[in-house]
């Protein structure tokens, strides 16, 4: 895992907290990011923290990263699932996949880009992903196998009827 995909994780985590000021702290001063809802783009911490927080009041989004890779041009890509839900009472409104593509500058977000409904049958972290723990479980490497799974992961144990 590169230097810059390890810093998707506390992003997530900041935004499904609701935690917009640690979530603009991992931003540079002058990111771009999308307004989806207004359909312009948004530029600065402050900006993209009042839009955050003006969108929440609204909504729920929750995103779980399903897959991550770097692009030959230096972004991170993460496909994730996006669920969104009302605010006032928690019911559902959506749940897709997007396509999250990330800039970094200095080890901060210098922009986001998004593609929303993501419908791609592959995706090239996904890729990258299997064919490195197919080499790690013939290797026996057991620290490589466990560094292909998120860190909270969590497996279900069909036969013994438990997560593991």
């Known amino acids: 895992m590169t230097a810059d995909e390890a810093r998707i994780a ?3 985590e900041a935004f499904n907290a609701q935690a917009f000021d640690r979530l603009a702290s991992l931003l540079a001063p002058d990111v771009d990011w ?3 809802a207004e359909g312009v783009p948004l530029r600065g911490r402050a900006a ?3 839009y955050l927080v003006r969108i929440a009041s609204a909504l729920r989004v929750r995103y779980e990263a399903i897959s991550l ?3 030959p ?3 991170v890509a993460v496909l994730c699932r996006q669920v ?3 605010a006032a009472n928690g019911s559902p409104w959506s749940s897709t996949r997007v396509l999250h593509r990330y800039a970094f500058r200095e080890g901060l977000v210098a922009r986001l880009g998004t593609e929303q409904d993501c419908q791609a049958t592959r995706f090239a972290g996904i890729d990258a992903l299997l064919t490195r723990l197919h080499a790690a479980i013939n290797a ?3 620290d490589a196998i466990l560094a292909c799974y998120a860190p909270n992961v969590r497996f279900v144990d ?3 009827e438990g997560l593991v």
């Open 69 to 71: 890779h770097t692009r």
């Open 10 to 12: 506390p992003l997530y």
């Open 73 to 75: 041009d230096g972004e």
């Open 84 to 86: 969104v839900t009302s």
């Open 48 to 50: 993209v923290r009042d």
């Open 140 to 142: 026996g490497d057991l």
């Open 34 to 36: 999308p307004d989806e």
């Open 158 to 160: 069909t036969f013994e």
